[in-house]
């Protein structure tokens, strides 16, 4: 099963090696420039004119810092990418659950993270679930343990030179119902499923379990349709 989900880890430009340092910097001062030229939005054939189209440019991004400093990711920088599988992992959701976007500054991303994990570990302590009215709740308790929590924050935490991270997904294309794929995508634009995951949890804290449940009935069931939909390509191609 081929990845479509995956963590960017955006790095410091200025902690590259030189000639990566020195290629990057001069594709984000491009890239700055045209921004001020057209405010609007810049053409595809300004940025990439006939016959100059890199892909190596077309799989970066960059984003610039409150002190102005370039931050740069890309599949061809060694360790700015975490894959993951079809469906987006339960616990990198709780990442930007507290954030305003599907890219975070990795100070935020954590303290996200450690907010959810006290949330988590509090409601285990003193709820009680109903097995059956309450799935989705239980199923995504079930997929972010603490420990789960506390090994992604650790490694998170270890990396050096990472300044910023993005949940990206999806981009492969989904072949899946054409209902689901769409909220997926509207998902990505709008930053939904871990705002619907960050007001549940809080609901579940207070004891208020019918109302988090409703939050987490979609999020829960797109991750379940999709691990579904991977292990049964994974038989076919096994048998």
């Known amino acids: ?50 016959g100059i189209f890199s892909m190596r440019e077309l799989h970066g991004a960059y984003c610039i810092g409150p002190d102005g400093r370039a931050w740069v990711t890309s599949a061809s920088i060694e360790g700015c990418m975490i894959p993951g599988s079809r469906e987006v992992p339960l616990p990198w959701y709780l990442l930007f659950a507290w954030t305003r976007e599907y890219v975070a500054s990795m100070d935020e991303a954590l303290a996200s993270l450690e907010r959810a994990g006290n949330l988590i570990r509090a409601i285990l302590e003193i709820q009680r679930f109903d ?7 239980i199923y995504l308790l079930q997929h972010c343990r603490p420990p789960h929590i506390a090994s992604l924050a650790a490694y998170l935490a270890s990396e050096d030179g990472a300044g910023y991270i993005e949940l990206v997904y999806g981009d492969t294309g989904l072949a899946c119902d054409p209902l689901i794929s769409g909220r ?17 949890l809080e609901l579940l804290t207070a004891g208020q379990h019918l109302q988090a449940e409703e939050l987490l009935e979609e999020v829960c069931l797109i991750h379940r349709y999709l691990t579904s939909a991977a292990l049964h390509k994974q038989a076919l191609v096994e048998a």
């Open 1 to 50: 099963m081929s990845t479509t989900c995956s963590l960017r880890l955006f790095r410091a430009i200025d902690t590259l090696d030189p000639a990566e340092r020195d290629y990057w910097q001069g594709w984000v001062n491009k890239r700055e420039h045209l921004k001020r030229e057209y405010p609007q939005g810049i053409p595809m054939r300004i940025l990439f004119p006939a």
């Open 131 to 137: 097995l059956l009215r309450e799935e989705s709740c």
């Open 184 to 200: 997926i995508l509207e998902d990505k634009r709008l930053h939904i499923f871990p705002r619907q995951i960050a007001a549940a």
